[in-house]
């Protein structure tokens, strides 16, 4: 998500300073026309906004604890627990520099093709500043308010996701356990009343049966966990997204956990016993 975003930065005209902890991923930005960092610091040397785009919250509070001398604005876009981003926030501003929480709606491969939505939050001045940047890489923003607020909408965005995902699954192992070719499941029901944003985006994995991995499905667990807390927190009962996580648990034991999460499809077809058509 973060070279994607670093890429569409590039190609509208940013100059952009990147570090990424993994030296393929380093290299490939540079390619892209990232100007490589040695730290987190170099680039908040070099830069008044920072983008951050991390796997854990210990990386985002590594981050914090490197940050300092510079008063820079930090859009924090990865999905993580609300308190640790208030503590990371409350870190970081004893150092005169603000934290956003600005988590994105979208995946891998929309964020390649700006196809990105900001959930931003936080200080409005802070806002303010970094606001230019967001059309270099997403489709569309919202300012949401008081810090937290975009985690939350992120919360209720991707339980949604969770559900649509398995559901766009259960249809196609419906469709194909009676005969439907998959690539003619997708083309109509794609412009009907039943798709949605998921089956748009997931359902020619589906239709493959080939998942090379938007979101792996073991790192969409870490979000799985942190909405069912959330929601378990305010005493929201959420029995569609608790029937999804037994779905994404099995794909994990079947091997699927480096693929997309559209591998639930296979998971639901050998359920079902589906033998695919191989046409049309």
């Not at 070719?181 to 029901?189: G, L, T």
Request: net charge positive.
């Amino acid at each position: 998500m973060g070279s994607a975003m670093a890429a569409s930065l590039v190609a509208a005209g940013r100059k952009v300073h990147g570090f990424d902890v993994s030296r393929d991923a380093l290299a490939r930005a540079q390619k892209e026309g990232v100007v490589a960092e040695s730290s987190c610091r170099k680039v908040a040397e070099k830069c008044t906004v920072l983008i951050t785009s991390l796997p854990s919250a210990s990386a985002l509070h590594s981050v914090a604890r490197s940050l300092g001398g510079r008063r820079n604005v930090v859009l924090e876009t990865s999905t993580l627990p609300i308190e640790d981003k208030l503590a990371a926030r409350d870190a970081l501003a004893k150092k005169g520099i603000a934290l956003l929480d600005c988590p994105l709606s979208g995946t891998g491969a929309q964020a390649r093709k700006k196809d990105l939505v900001v959930l931003a939050s936080g200080d409005r001045k802070a806002f303010a500043k970094a606001e230019p940047l967001l059309d270099g890489f997403s489709r569309s923003h919202y300012y949401l308010g008081e810090f937290g607020n975009g985690s939350r909408m992120k919360f209720v965005a991707n339980l949604l996701v969770a559900i649509h995902n398995v559901a766009a699954a259960e249809a196609f192992a419906l469709g194909m356990k009676a005969g439907l070719p998959a690539q003619q499941i997708y083309r109509v029901i794609v412009d009907g009343a039943g798709s949605s944003r998921m089956f748009q985006v997931r359902g020619p994995l589906m239709v493959a049966g080939n998942y090379p991995a938007q979101i792996r499905i073991d790192v969409w667990q870490k979000d799985m966990k942190i909405i069912g807390e959330f929601a378990a927190r305010l005493g929201v009962a959420t029995p569609l997204f608790s029937a999804t996580g037994p779905i994404y648990n099995a794909a994990m034991a079947q091997g699927f956990g480096e693929d997309d999460t559209a591998a639930v499809c296979a998971v639901i077809e050998r359920l079902s016993g589906v033998k695919r058509r191989r046409h049309g």
